[in-house]
C-alpha cells in the first residue's frame, strides 16, 4: 500500500496499544515513522514488530531534557515531518480524597505539560499544510468517579488544542483531539490497576457503552488517521471514538 507514501510522522507513545496501531497504519502505507516509548519491554517488542520500517526512540515525554533531545533526533532522522500524534498518557484510579501531591504532579506533567512542550518543540520541524492530533479521552468532558485528575489534564489538553488550531491558521497545520471510550488494549488505559480492577473496568465498559462492547485500538487508529490526512477541513475538534458513551443514546423500548 502507498496511501501514506513520502509522508513523515512522529507517534509519541506508540511502542503499544492505539499508538502503536497507529504506527502500523502508517509504515504499512507507506510512510516514514519515528515512534516514541519509555517501557523497554514495549520499545523492544515495537521494534520486533515494526522490524526496520520506523525509528523506534526511548523517550520520557515527561522530561524537559529528553524533549529537547527528541526533537534533534526528529530533525536529524526525518528532517520536516507531516504528521504528529501525541498519545502518550497515564491514568490512575483515585477518588478524590486518595489523590497525592506526587499523583497529581505526575499526571499533569506527563498528560499536559509534557504533551504542550512537546508540540513546542517539534513545532517548527512540521511542514506547512500538516498536522497534528492530540488522544485524550470522553473523560475529558464527563464525571467518572476515581478519574478527577485525569480529567482534568485531558480537558486542559482539548483548550491547548483549540488555541493551537487558532494559533496555527496561517501555517494551515490542523490540529484536533481523539477523545475514546472504552478501547482494548493491554492496559485499558489505567497501567496501574490491579487484575481484578482491569476486569471489573472492562464489564462496566461493555455494559455503559450503547454499542455494548469495547472499541478496537485499530478503529481509534482510523480515526486518527482519518483527521490526520483526509479530514482536510476540519480544525480544533474533537472526533469521539467510543460506542456512542458521550452521547446519551438510548435504545427503542422493547
Known sequence: MTRYANSKAVVIGGTHGM??????????????????GHDERNID?????????????????????AIVTLGA?????????????VNAGIAYLEPVPQVTEDSYDRIFNINTKGAFFTVQRLLPLIRDGGAIVFTSSVADESGTGG?????????????????????LLPRRIRVNV???GFIDTPTMGVAS?????????????DDVTPMKR???????????????????FTTGARLTVDGGLGQDLSPLPA
Open 147 to 167: 478519574m478527577s485528575v485525569y480529567s482534568g489534564s485531558k480537558a486542559a489538553l482539548r483548550a491547548f488544542a483549540k488555541v493551537l488550531a487558532a494559533e
Open 178 to 180: 481523539v477523545s475514546p
Open 193 to 205: 490497576a490491579s487484575a481484578e480492577e482491569r476486569a471489573a473496568f472492562i464489564r462496566i465498559g
Open 19 to 36: 499508538g502503536l496501531a497507529v504506527a502500523e497504519a502508517l509504515v504499512e502505507g507507506g510512510a516514514e515513522v519515528l515512534v516514541t
Open 45 to 65: 517488542a515495537a521494534r520486533a514488530r515494526l522490524f526496520s520500517r520506523a525509528h523506534v526512540l526511548r523517550s520520557e515525554i515527561g522530561d524537559m531534557a
Open 73 to 85: 533526533e526528529v530533525g536529524q532522522k526525518l528532517g520536516q515531518i507531516d504528521f504528529l500524534h
Open 214 to 232: 469495547h472499541g478496537t485500538i485499530e478503529e481509534v487508529a482510523r480515526a486518527v488517521l482519518f483527521l490526520a490526512f483526509d479530514a482536510t
